[in-house]
């Protein structure tokens, strides 16, 4: 008989009797609960599977409504009885454990059995003979979830008593319609589970009990402390109930660079430094687990962590602590430089943006609490991206980290420097209650950053922008400042670059406006509010109409007239260009297609539109469609499309050309120099800017660059357009410096399709005079 003895008398069924004194017994019930919460997941998930196969065996056969509520009682039960089974493998083990009372685990196992078999036990005699096979066969099937009980003789011994006894009764009452091979296959089936789950309790019992043997063996849990002391990097402790020593390890006393005699009867956090935070959670007389403290030794300061689980007697009494305890300093160290090697940037060596995020965090509440405003600096490298491009990177890595110590040396000890990414920095000012003072040190970086870099023999000159924002005033957590300084930012690059803006109401409006000017850029589209307008371009020998330039136009039902400056910019960062530029090629391709063919349309198009690979076949059906030759098409670029990925572009261009669409270089000399495509065959135009002929007349230099652009239009056998011509003082100039083509408001500003129309019909009705 397996049994167990409790106090009182009382037989757990966890223990077998004879020879086992109680500390034995303990250890056994102890493992033996906790291999029970092992197992009951299994247990419970083998009940619910059977049920749903069940139920799905007997639905239409018995009523859906006790179907559904046997399941639900069945899931419920299980789930109950698992979260039991694993409570009880915590809160019932160890030397003050409580005990489970004996009925509990056998009441638990009557109760599942009984709920299970309640229902196909009470319909069985009204089932088809062949869902009387399957039912009877299931429950076999889960008399053998046993296997889950395995640890408990007893619960086993009950859950299969259970389901013998009911399949022999359910078999015994329908003999006559269940036939006879299939009743023996069930029977023997059952047999052999019986004989094989009683088999397999009896091995685990027996390995439960060596277990419990060996865990019960103190000479060997001697044995394994001294050697975890003398070969391992922690140390071990005890301490009575009024926090004095009574045993530590010899590693923790050389640490303590003194003799356990000094040690011993001591009190405990008055050896470690009187550490505030051991000496409570020794007063709450509860587990703690990794208490972290520094500790002055003779070799200096050392971290150690230590753990320890309070001491009860068999009576309950608290008798004090024991634990463990290891020496973390080398591993502190290297979390420490792990921290600091991630909030740092490698290049620089300043803080990165998430340590410049923490940092304006701190500086935020302390701003909060002592009503000091702190401010934060977004600083953006003027030119530097050319630097790159020109000397290479290596040699504008040592421009950002000559740039990094210049603002370390301006900024001193009135705030940190970070650096966000790429060519972008951040200052955080922990104490912004001058604002003149802040404007100063602004003034300061941009005449320091300003100042040549030579490196490597080579001077540099690079610039900077400055956005500036004061916490709390302008934001009152760190992601609203640091929008309110990027506004701030966007406003000094707006206004010329290398100033210095700050935060304000009036930016704060300008950003609503253009979030609205955005939502309505959208529904634009969609609305077709957009028309273009085309501007004449004229031959520069005889004055006669040769084309238009089309013109983007959008009239807002609010706004009004909104201009090309205002929105281009808004639809190329939000993505719509793409779909605005589409719209642009067809409705100049249409207009193109009503006009006689010695007319020509040119337009412009974005540097994001440029680098699409669909580009040229986008143009080309369009062309198709209304049936115009791609000669009579030219597609103005600037020289800011060389700043991306040039191959990308010049593949792009190359194929444009070959649809036979001319590809001119607008606003030549204003940009980055884009020589070097010159000669790749593609541009068979260049425009010079308007502000070089406006000014050519008071500015002989101005006379000078034309000149060396039309000769260099000329050598690369290309064609050359004057913009901005308003005077006839403007167009001689640009004729005898050998423009060939001339756009201005001399010869006509932006006309409606209609107007540009007419001008065309005048233009042919005096061809067919002249002829």
């Known amino acids: 008989m397996i049994s167990a003895r409790l106090p009182g008398g ?90 489970v009372p004996p009925w509990q685990l056998i009441g638990d196992v009557l109760v599942r059995a009984g709920l299970y078999l309640s229902l196909p036990v009470f319909f069985f005699s009204s089932l088809p003979a062949d869902i009387q096979i399957i039912t009877a066969s ?47 296959s069930i029977v023997f089936t059952m047999g052999v589970a019986v004989f094989g789950i009683h088999t397999v309790a009896r091995w685990a019992f027996h390995q439960l009990q060596t277990n419990a043997d060996v865990g019960s063996q103190s000479a060997s849990a001697s044995l394994l402390l001294q050697e975890y ?87 309950g009494r608290f008798e004090g602590f024991r634990g463990v305890g290891s020496d973390i300093t080398e591993v502190r160290q290297t979390q420490e430089r792990l921290t600091h090697l991630a909030n740092m940037d490698v290049l620089s060596g300043l803080p990165n943006r998430g340590r ?74 922990t104490d912004a209650q001058s604002r003149r003072k802040v404007e100063g040190l602004a003034d300061r970086i941009i005449k320091a950053i300003a100042e040549p870099y030579m490196i490597d023999q080579t001077e540099i000159r690079i610039g900077v922008s400055i956005g500036c924002a004061f916490g709390p005033i302008d934001g009152a957590t760190v992601d609203d400042l640091i929008l309110k300084a990027d506004l701030a930012l966007y406003e000094a690059k707006d206004a010329g670059r290398g100033v210095a803006k700050y935060f304000s109401a009036e930016l704060q409006n300008e950003q609503d406006d253009r979030i609205r000017l955005e939502t309505d850029l959208r529904n634009a589209i969609a609305a077709k509010q957009f028309h273009l307008v085309f501007q004449p371009l004229v031959s520069a020998k005889n004055q006669k109409l040769i084309g238009f330039e089309a013109l983007i136009r959008w009239n807002h039902p609010q706004r009004g007239l909104v201009p090309p400056p205002v929105f281009i910019p808004i639809a190329e960062e939000c993505g719509l260009m793409m779909q605005l530029g589409e719209w642009v090629i067809e409705e100049a391709i249409r207009a193109t297609a009503s006009w006689p063919e010695p007319i020509t349309v040119a337009l412009n198009i974005s540097p994001k539109q440029i680098v699409l690979p669909s580009l040229p076949n986008m143009v080309s059906q369009a062309l198709a469609r209304h049936k115009v030759a791609g000669n009579r098409i030219e597609l103005e670029v600037t020289e800011g499309v060389f700043l991306g990925d040039g191959s990308q572009t010049l593949d792009v261009l190359k194929r444009l050309r070959a649809l036979g669409v001319g ?30 002929v406006r000014e050519a007349g008071s500015r002989p230099e101005n006379i000078a660059i034309i000149q060396s652009i039309v000769q260099l239009a000329r050598s690369f056998r290309m064609t050359v357009t004057a913009e901005g011509v308003e005077t006839a003082e403007d167009f001689e100039r640009m004729r005898d410096l050998g423009c060939d083509t001339i756009q201005g408001y001399l010869f006509g500003r932006p006309l409606s399709y209609e107007r540009a129309n007419q001008m065309v019909l005048g233009l042919s009705a005096q061809q067919r005079k002249a002829g």
């Not at 509860?286 to 150690?304: D, H, V, Y």
């Open 229 to 315: 002391e003398q070969r391992g990097v922690g140390w071990l402790w005890q301490v009575d109930s009024d926090n004095r020593v009574t045993y530590i390890s010899s590693r923790m006393t050389a640490l303590l660079g003194r003799p356990s005699s000094a040690i011993l009867g001591h009190s405990l956090p008055s050896l470690l430094g009187g550490h505030a935070e051991l000496g409570r959670v020794l007063l709450e007389k509860q587990a703690f687990n990794s208490l972290e403290m520094e500790l002055k030794t003779a070799r200096g300061p050392r971290w150690i962590s230590i753990a320890g689980d309070p001491i009860i007697d068999t009576a």
């Open 663 to 692: 590809i001119a270089l607008d606003d030549f000399g204003t940009g980055y120099s884009s020589i070097g495509y010159l000669n790749k065959a593609v541009f068979h135009k260049l425009k010079i800017d308007g502000s070089f």
């Open 356 to 429: 410049v995020r923490q940092l304006l965090g701190e500086s935020l509440r302390v701003a909060t609490t002592s009503n000091v405003p702190c401010a934060i600096m977004f600083l953006d490298l003027d030119g530097f991206k050319p630097v790159n491009d020109t000397f290479g990177h290596p040699k504008g890595d040592a421009v950002l980290q000559a740039v990094a110590k210049r603002l370390c040396d301006e900024v001193s000890s009135d705030g940190h420097v970070g650096r966000m990414g790429g060519d972008e920095f951040a200052i955080v000012i």
């Open 10 to 99: 009382e037989s757990l069924g966890l223990v077998q009797n004879g020879g086992r004194d109680d500390e034995s017994d303990s250890s056994l019930r102890d493992v033996q609960l906790i291999a029970r919460g092992h197992f009951a997941p299994f247990f419970a998930g083998a009940n619910v599977f059977a049920v749903v196969l069940t139920s799905l065996a007997l639905w239409g056969h018995v009523p859906a409504m006790w179907l559904l509520g046997w399941a639900a009682a069945i899931g419920g039960v299980n789930f109950g009885s698992l979260q039991l089974a694993r409570h009880q493998a915590i809160t019932h083990v160890g030397r003050s454990g409580r005990r």
């Open 138 to 184: 299931l429950m076999a099937a889960v008399g053998i979830a046993a296997l889950g009980l395995v640890v408990i003789p007893t619960s086993v011994s009950v859950w299969m008593a259970c389901f013998v006894g009911a399949i022999s009764f359910v078999l015994f009452n329908a003999r006559d319609a269940v036939p006879y091979q299939h009743m023996l």
